[in-house]
């Protein structure tokens, strides 16, 4: 059986989410950040309705926007809009929980927590079945990066493709996600296979830590 959270459509400008318009949710990261992170976050927060596109492309701030949504913007784009390493799930979670813990609660669940006992299958399982994105950690040999899960396929003896928006990636229209994890594929610590539209870029990978937010 094939789950996608229930709130996105699909249309000529590929996958989205209704709020009186049709809005695209991918965006697309630089190339030269390391802000995947962060990149995730604002498609998981766009998803959710607690910001606009309209507002996310604001850069000259000619659309009114909330306290709340301004101190957002400040702390991710003004403070750390570029961000040559990346952000670790961790910091990302207090710096959310910071600046928009009025709206929005973000949890963080890293390598040592119960839920990595199966790579996080269950958790992930359990928030899209609630209709609810989550942000995943993903290592490789080479480095890491961060991905936004939107769906999973699943049979009688349980996950084995979690659906994901990739910030690396373009989006094809004609579908709600740009990258699968496919799962348990392999033997050792990165037992999962990443797959992308580049055949040479399909790396095998961990699933090393989420970050789920959720609505006040």
């Not at 359990?126 to 994105?133: A, C, G, S, T, V």
């Not at 709600?176 to 037992?191: A, E, P, Q, R, T």
């Not at 055949?199 to 006040?216: F, G, H, K, M, V």
């Amino acid at each position: 059986m094939i789950k996608v959270i229930n709130s996105l459509y699909l249309t000529e400008n590929g996958c989205c989410v209704k709020n009186r318009h049709f809005y695209p949710v991918h965006i697309r990261q630089g190339d030269i950040d390391g802000a995947c992170s962060i990149y995730t976050l604002m498609m998981d927060l766009l998803i959710q309705k607690c910001i606009s596109r309209n507002q996310l492309e604001d850069i000259y701030d000619r659309i009114k926007k909330s306290p709340e949504i301004k101190q957002l913007f400040h702390e991710f784009f003004d403070k750390h809009g570029l961000v040559r390493g990346g952000l670790y799930f961790d910091e990302l979670a207090r710096l959310v929980n910071r600046s928009f813990g009025t709206k929005v609660h973000a949890v963080y669940s890293g390598s040592d927590c119960s839920e990595a006992k199966d790579s996080f299958k269950a958790q992930i399982k359990n928030i899209i079945d609630k209709d609810q994105p989550i942000v995943l950690g993903v290592d490789f040999k080479k480095g890491g990066h961060a991905v936004l899960a939107i769906g999973y396929e699943d049979d009688e003896e349980g996950l084995f493709h979690v659906f994901c928006l990739d910030p690396g990636y373009t989006c094809n229209p004609t579908s709600y996600w740009n990258m699968v994890i496919s799962l348990d594929m392999f033997n050792g610590k990165y037992k999962h296979q990443c797959l992308t539209d580049n055949p040479y870029n399909c790396p095998a990978i961990q699933i090393s830590d989420t970050l789920i937010i959720e609505r006040i």
